[in-house]
């Protein structure tokens, strides 16, 4: 795999997947349009690889598709796929998606507050990021990131 490849592709985690999930629950596990309100809302929760942690340094890092609304939707149907009652052709989604799904079946209200959870700590990640920006700091910087 060349270095370009490498930045082209990145694996989902479980987090990311249970984010995913929890939408779809809420949405009697039906798919989730690349246009959709939600679709839009995970993928900006999603794009700047917050949850890789080390694995990203920088959002500049990560290609342009990265957790695009395409790929939100693409996700959500890799899970509907690896749900025990569905009875037509799978996709090539990874071994996470048919446990997340599992968890979400067998305990649905503990997987939704963890999902909040996430969602919670993502948003602060943002935030402290955004008032560590060298830009927040600038003078004259609003105090709106």
Not at 8 to 32: F, G, Q
Not at 82 to 111: C, I, W
């Amino acid at each position: 795999m060349t270095e370009k490849q490498k930045r082209t592709r990145v694996n989902w985690i479980y987090d990311e997947i249970v984010l995913v999930a929890d939408v779809l629950s809420r949405n009697n596990w039906k798919y989730i349009e690349p246009t959709s309100e939600a679709a839009l809302q995970l993928s900006t929760l999603l794009r700047d690889g917050i949850l890789h942690g080390d694995r990203v340094n920088h959002p500049s890092e990560l290609p342009d598709s990265f957790r695009n609304t395409s790929s939100i939707a693409l996700k959500s149907s890799n899970i509907i796929t690896s749900l025990p009652t569905y009875e037509g052709k799978g996709t090539h989604g990874n071994r996470l998606d048919a446990v997340v799904a599992q968890e979400f079946l067998d305990d649905e209200d503990a997987m939704r507050e963890y999902a909040a959870q996430v969602r919670a700590a993502l948003l602060n990640k943002r935030e402290r990021r955004a008032l560590e920006s060298p830009l927040a700091t600038a003078p004259g910087a609003s105090s709106y990131p």
